[in-house]
């Protein structure tokens, strides 16, 4: 089975679904906006053994303007942004997925994927409606929000500078360029792109 043709099909059936709920599909992305973040459900398809296709999706919550604080204006939808992967929050075996062989079983599966969003990702969404809940999840997962360790520093810090907290913002950058200072390169760019543009803010 045609993996391009299993994604399109498995949107194509979920639209009026997860449509009814406010999303707007842009591309392959089902975005909902609210006032200062957008909501975004991604399905997915990945080929397997034997002509098999597994379906899947993911979830993200995207704070425009903090990301444009991290990144400037290139930050678009596509953009990793705050990014909620179902695999670090719940699915041990890292994601769900649906196994289908043949074409006429994606209107089936589509409903049991449409279930697991409604039943994983829009609490997800609850969860993360404001910069303030965005920095407890930052705090508290284990693996938070699917983000590396460095990427964490920068969610955060860019978090508390928005939320006012500029002092607090700057010690955790500069406490993390310290403890990279003898690490990788690419283990501080972003950290440091981030302590520069704050810089010129100031």
Do not use: C
């Amino acid at each position: 089975m045609d993996q391009k043709h299993a994604l399109v099909s498995l949107v194509e059936s979920l639209e009026p679904k997860i449509g009814s709920h406010g999303f707007l599909l842009r591309g392959n992305l089902f975005v909902r906006e609210g006032a200062d973040r957008q909501e975004i459900v991604q399905p997915g398809a990945v080929r397997k053994s034997m002509g098999r296709v597994g379906l899947l999706y993911g979830a993200r919550v995207r704070f425009p303007a903090l990301e444009r604080l991290i990144h400037g204006n290139s930050a678009d939808a596509s953009h990793s942004g705050s990014y909620g992967g179902l695999s670090h929050l719940i699915a041990e075996k890292g994601y769900y997925d649906w196994t289908i062989e043949a074409p006429d079983a994606i209107p089936v599966v589509a409903e049991a994927v449409f279930a697991n969003i409604m039943q994983v990702a829009f609490p997800f969404f609850d969860d993360h409606v404001t910069l303030d809940s965005l920095l407890r999840a930052l705090r508290t997962h284990k693996r938070p929000l699917g983000l590396s360790p460095e990427d964490q520093v920068v969610y955060r810090a860019a978090a508390l500078w928005q939320l006012g907290s500029r002092e607090e913002s700057r010690k955790m950058l500069t406490d993390a360029l310290e403890e990279r200072v003898d690490q990788l390169p690419k283990k501080r760019v972003q950290i440091e792109s981030l302590f520069r543009r704050l810089e010129v803010l100031t």
